[in-house]
């Protein structure tokens, strides 16, 4: 027999946590099959993750089954990480319990773009703040910061041009005014993490998401699983693509890059390029860069946040942007091929910071340094 169906050992408490944060409340009979481990094992698993306070085990519900029912155990929503999003007009937080339930949100508006240490004030004075009302029974395992730029490792933003960030050790200023660990990712990398782990792009393999938000445009790549980073951690920065135009009139700056094109204003007279027109050209831009991510990386599943979400529209329009980015593709006919909204809203991002602040407790090689 397996020495781990039979030894409760150190690596299997991180992998049950895991798959009751990732899946939720699972009864013990669920988690057996889920692990393959023997129940003497799982037994002696969950009271220790109870104990440790991590998960909480609830009486199942009612059932007409003959026997008696296996208990039902949860991530615990009192072990909680703190998240960040600092952007050019505000600065957004909010506390993820570790079964994902947003437990408190808060918005600091700004006139101007703030400095890293702006920030870790911010952090230091909510997180104080929470401690006292919201999360006074809670346990705070640290800081999950998402931020519009480019991030070197887990703690220093190498450049973030729209915050006026250039090598910030933006990590070790939040621990040090917070009193807990932090880390930092790139915002639309965490999301797509998000995405791939809890939202749209749940079970697949393979992901693209495209986020638009106030700093432009980001992205980021899951393959195999896995978020991808690149040689220096700077993969997925979309907005920088040039354009292949397939209209060569809907070209209005000068780089011609995703980003701007998108952001650049109608010409005049307006009367001539009304709504509708304005919707088509971008819809062009989005499905031609779209279809390039495509033939590049080989995805099965694009998703779309934040402003670029609604280009997708619905049924008919829905279909016929997947229809345009297709005829543009290798692979046109490919019936798995997908493309969606971002399904977490304005949590997505939260929802990410939070994985890289949980990341010690699940053992998470995946966002590990």
């Known amino acids: 027999m397996d020495q781990a169906s ?6 299997n408490l991180p992998r049950l946590l895991t798959i009751l944060h990732r899946e939720g409340a699972r009864s013990r009979a669920q988690l057996t099959a889920d692990t393959g481990l023997n129940r003497s094992t799982i037994a002696s698993l969950v009271a220790a993750l109870t104990e440790a306070g991590l998960a909480v085990e609830h009486d199942p519900a009612q059932t007409r089954r003959v026997g008696r029912p296996s208990p039902v155990v949860s ?5 909680v990480a703190i998240t960040v999003n600092p952007e050019v007009d505000a600065v957004r937080l909010a506390a993820v319990g570790l079964d994902l339930t947003v437990r408190a949100r808060a918005t600091v508006d700004l006139d101007t773009p703030p400095t890293p240490q ?45 915050l006026g960030w250039v090598d910030e050790p933006l990590a070790e200023l939040v621990a040090g005014s917070s009193g807990l660990p932090a880390r930092v990712g790139n915002d639309a990398s965490l999301g797509a993490l998000a995405e791939h782990r809890f939202g749209s792009g749940a079970g697949r393999s393979d992901v693209v998401y495209l986020n638009g938000g106030p700093s432009g445009i980001g992205g980021g790549i899951i393959t195999d699983g896995r978020l991808l980073r690149g040689v220096s951690g700077f993969s997925g920065e979309f907005g920088h693509i040039v354009t292949p135009f397939t209209a060569p009139a809907d070209r209005r700056t000068d780089t011609g890059a995703f980003e701007d094109e998108l952001r650049a204003p109608a010409p005049a007279p307006a009367a001539k390029h009304d709504e509708a027109d304005e919707r088509a050209r971008r819809r062009r831009i989005l499905a031609a860069t779209i279809a390039t991510a495509v033939s590049i990386l080989d995805t099965g599943v694009v998703v779309l946040g934040g402003t670029l979400a609604p280009l997708l529209g619905d049924g008919r329009e829905a279909q016929e942007l997947r229809d345009e980015i297709a005829a543009q593709c290798i692979r046109p006919n490919d019936p798995a091929f997908a493309v969606l909204p971002a399904a977490l809203a304005d949590d997505r991002l939260f929802i990410g910071a939070a994985e890289l602040a949980f990341a010690d407790l699940l053992a998470d090689d995946a966002l590990l340094p």
Do not use: C, F, K, M
């Open 75 to 79: 991530a615990s929503s009192d072990v």
């Open 6 to 11: 039979t030894t409760p050992g150190s690596d």
């Open 118 to 162: 702006q920030v870790a004030d911010i952090v230091a004075r909510t997180v104080a703040e929470w401690r006292s009302a919201d999360l006074s029974d809670a346990r705070l395992v640290g800081v999950g910061l998402a931020v519009p730029g480019l991030v070197s490792g887990t703690g220093v933003v190498a450049n973030a041009p729209h």
